[in-house]
């Protein structure tokens, strides 16, 4: 029985008959995304967030333009080097429901899957060389071709005007529960704005980036080797050190993102070491100075840049990310600034490790 979550019409335009059987996929925070299963095809389809991604067109030319590109420049390789939208019979990227929520399918990978946590650090090694690969292979790729869906995503300037605003309208109740991390960024937040300084002032080149290169946006194969880089929503013109913070955010805290126990939430050094030396081995020659310099960084900066979204988040009734019970925004929010505290205290042994492998 095909999940009643799914209208049928978008079934059908995709050529999809009833009998299709349909389950909630993955662990995003934004879409609605479920596996569809046919007797010998499976696809993923994904209900988008328009409140969130407001021009779904854009969203879509953009992941359309980046994986045509990289299935142009690989040829030889029997294993996917990136996602594939499936297009509905009539050749469309994705179709309109009669309550007006955008719909688009893509390719099941047969055997793929993906991890909320690192295993070990094998598997941190694979994630880093994995989006390591994603920029080879857009490298040419002109960031000014693409759309900028969600404009000043990882900028924190423009995540402390969210803050502040939400603030003055927060209820006394939740501005109490948060009170202790609310000091926090007030505290920290100055310290943290040099990325958006080196950006406004082209100190930083303008890349293709993924901007949620999270682990598991990490596609792996059944040996655990990587595939390819999913949900390429927020692919964008941006800077190189937001993606590598990110991607070792998640990578390098063994750690769940919404841990409660604050006492497990710190940067595996080990685990970050890997994940640096199998991005650097497929982008060291890519790399400006600029961009080595400030590696260490990255992860204590987009750290909080996470927390304090999560934190607005709470601020606001929890209005843009799913959440499974009242406190769960504030419950990310603490487990996210603990990580941002554990990789501030640790950048002079995470610039060794970034120094040792680029020379
Ligand atoms: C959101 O929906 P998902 O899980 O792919 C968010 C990212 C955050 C992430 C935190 C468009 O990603 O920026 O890093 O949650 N995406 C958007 O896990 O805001
Ligand atoms: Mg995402």
Not at 170 to 185: D, G, M, P
Not at 273 to 297: P, V
Request: proline content about 4%; glycine content about 4%; overall charge negative.
């Amino acid at each position: 029985m095909v999940s009643k979550e799914i209208p049928e019409y978008v079934l059908r335009v995709y050529g999809i008959g009833p009998q299709a059987r349909a389950f909630p996929f993955g662990s995003g925070h934004i879409h609605r995304t479920f596996l569809v299963s046919e007797v010998n095809r499976q696809f993923i389809f994904q209900r988008i967030n328009h409140h969130i991604f407001t021009d779904v067109d854009a969203l879509m030319e953009n992941i359309c333009a980046v994986t045509a590109y990289i299935r142009e420049r690989v040829t030889e390789d029997k294993r996917p080097a990136t996602i594939e939208v499936v297009k509905t019979q009539t050749s469309l990227t994705h179709v309109q429901d009669e309550e007006g929520y955008w719909w688009r399918a893509l390719a099941y990978i047969g055997g793929s899957h993906t991890v909320d946590v690192p295993h070990n650090t094998q598997m941190a090694y694979e994630a880093g060389k994995t989006l390591g690969r994603f920029y080879k292979l857009l490298d040419g790729f002109q960031p000014q071709h693409l759309h900028v869906v969600l404009p000043r995503f990882h900028e924190l300037g423009y995540r402390l005007q969210q803050f502040h605003t939400a603030l003055e309208n927060a209820s006394e109740q939740r501005k109490a529960r948060a009170a202790e991390l609310i000091r926090l960024v007030k505290e920290k937040a100055d310290s943290l704005l040099w990325p958006d300084r080196l950006i406004a002032s082209n100190a930083l080149p303008l890349r293709v980036v993924h901007n949620d290169p999270k682990i598991n946006n990490v596609l792996l194969d059944e040996m655990g080797h990587g595939i390819c880089m999913i949900d390429l929503d927020t692919v964008m013109p941006g800077c190189l050190l937001h993606d590598f913070g990110d991607a070792l955010r998640t990578t390098a805290n063994p750690a769940a993102e919404d841990e409660t126990d604050l006492t497990k939430v710190r940067p595996d050094i080990q685990l970050f070491e890997a994940y640096t030396q199998g991005f650097l081995d497929q982008t060291q020659s890519m790399l400006f100075s600029a961009e080595k310099e400030y590696l260490h960084r990255a992860p204590a900066f987009l750290t909080f840049v996470i927390a304090l979204r999560f934190l607005t988040d709470y601020l606001n009734n929890d209005v843009y990310y799913h959440v499974s019970h009242p406190e769960h925004n504030l419950q990310r929010a603490r487990a996210q600034f603990a990580l941002y505290q554990g990789f501030e205290e640790s950048e002079p042994k995470m610039k060794e490790i970034v120094d040792r492998i680029l020379h």
